[in-house]
């Protein structure tokens, strides 16, 4: 490649960088104080859409979540593109992503960052070290920003300068603002993983000071910190191409990875599909026929990448379908969550949910397998049921 296209590309890699910066530093501004750049109202009984606009200061202050974000992603991708270039393997610079809704609804900023491998890896330690790079490093940045949150939460009152509305609610609250968000339809919680309470619990400066799971998105240091944790056991999910399946390949081979990562992958789709088959009291015949009806084609298109006789597909769909009936009527309202669906179609019909065969197929050292180990833990303290919950 000539120089020109060299710093061509460079250009690019770098004004996706400085946009993401931009959007995710606007982000932050919003998350903290829910400001929105622009809003949204009824004037004379119409809808409207006006430019409120947003001041250096307003936006400085979402540095706070952005500078702690982007560098666990930055370091997450470095990672990889370190390793991958000392394997002398051909890889891209970080493609950072950025992702804003322009103020009319919140966001993150960023849908992360990728890099391209732009060569076929022949090695199953290679693959290993590439794939588990990247959440490594990114992990140690989640715990760095998720410790300094912890150990620098604020004065209680911080939150009321974000709902000053809370003054009203008397001596307590706190207790009475969780219980008016609990009842609020659309209020919004994070659920927090094992890592998060464990930190909760022993590293706070302060217990009186944490904030509850609707006030998180307030305060950026731990925000950011819980995004590090839940993209790194996205990351770690051990099924297909994703880093946690070149990790559970490098460790297995590829059987038994096909036959885990085949089973995780159905377990996935169970659990964020659990309450849809349910039948609902106030629902008749035909449109209870017709959500199953519905609901088992999607399955059986979901599972098409599955490598198994259509027969075998089709008895797969109505095994999930009945278990997820079984569980909804043991457990009158057992809901999963639906958003892991969206995640469970993008494996299933584009990233894949096997590891391709590659030539050089020897087993990894006793510390690679002691590291990838360790990876796949970090994917269980890390990983939450539901990671964004919204009030029904």
């Known amino acids: 490649m000539d120089q020109a296209k060299k710093n061509k590309r460079l250009l690019l890699h770098l004004t996706l960088f400085v946009v993401t910066l931009i959007t995710t530093t606007l982000a932050g501004a919003e998350w903290r104080y829910m400001y929105r750049v622009i809003g949204m109202g009824e004037e004379g009984g119409e809808?409207?859409?006006?430019?409120?606009?947003?001041?250096?200061?307003?936006?400085?202050?979402?540095?706070?979540?952005?500078?702690?974000?982007?560098?666990?992603?930055?370091?997450?991708?470095?990672?990889?593109?370190?390793?991958?270039?000392?394997?002398?393997?051909?890889?891209?610079l970080p493609y950072f992503i950025p992702f804003w809704f322009a103020g009319?609804?919140?966001?993150?900023?960023?849908?992360?960052?990728?890099?391209?491998?732009?060569?076929?890896?022949?090695s199953r330690k290679v693959h290993f070290d590439i794939g588990i790079a990247g959440p490594l490093a990114g992990f140690v940045i989640a715990l760095g920003v998720l410790a300094w949150g912890f150990t620098h939460l604020p004065p209680q009152d911080y939150i009321l300068q974000v709902h000053p509305e809370y003054r009203e609610l008397g001596a307590q609250w706190q207790e009475e603002a969780n219980k008016i968000s609990l009842e609020t339809?659309?209020?919004?919680?994070?659920?927090?993983?094992?890592?998060?309470?464990?930190?909760?619990?022993?590293?706070?400066?302060?217990?009186?000071?944490?904030?509850?799971?609707?006030?998180?998105?307030?305060?950026?240091?731990?925000?950011?910190?819980?995004?590090?944790?839940?993209?790194?056991?996205?990351?770690?999910?051990?099924?297909?191409?994703?880093?946690?399946?070149?990790?559970?390949?490098?460790?297995l081979g590829y059987n038994w990875h096909r036959r885990i990562a085949t089973a995780l992958f159905v377990a996935l789709v169970f659990w964020s599909g659990l309450g849809i088959p349910t039948p609902d009291p106030d629902e008749g015949a035909g449109g209870l026929l017709l959500r199953l009806g519905v609901y088992g084609l999607f399955?059986?298109?979901?599972?098409?990448?599955?490598?198994?006789?259509a027969s075998h597909r089709l008895t797969l769909v109505l095994g999930v379908m009945c278990a997820q009936l079984m569980v909804g009527y043991l457990v009158p309202g057992a809901r999963g969550y639906l958003g892991w669906m969206l995640y469970a179609f993008l494996i299933g019909r584009f990233i894949g949910v096997y590891h391709p065969v590659t030539p050089e197929d020897h087993p990894l050292s006793t510390g690679r397998k002691a590291l990838g180990?360790?990876?796949?833990?970090?994917?269980?303290?890390?990983?939450?049921?539901?990671?964004?919950?919204?009030?029904?």
């Open 299 to 309: 399955l059986y298109y979901l599972f098409g990448r599955l490598d198994m006789p």
């Open 47 to 92: 809808l409207s859409v006006f430019w409120r606009g947003i001041s250096w200061s307003e936006f400085a202050t979402g540095f706070a979540f952005s500078l702690p974000f982007l560098s666990f992603l930055t370091v997450h991708e470095f990672g990889h593109y370190f390793t991958a270039r000392a394997h002398k393997i051909r890889v891209s």
């Open 185 to 251: 339809e659309g209020s919004f919680y994070l659920g927090k993983n094992l890592l998060y309470v464990l930190f909760e619990k022993y590293l706070a400066s302060d217990p009186e000071r944490i904030p509850s799971a609707f006030e998180i998105i307030h305060y950026p240091w731990l925000f950011a910190g819980f995004l590090g944790l839940f993209f790194t056991a996205l990351n770690l999910l051990p099924i297909g191409q994703l880093d946690g399946g070149h990790i559970l390949y490098g460790l």
């Open 104 to 122: 009319f609804m919140p966001a993150i900023g960023t849908m992360g960052a990728v890099i391209r491998i732009r060569q076929y890896i022949q």
């Open 373 to 392: 180990w360790l990876a796949l833990l970090i994917f269980v303290l890390c990983f939450s049921p539901e990671p964004f919950v919204f009030v029904e």
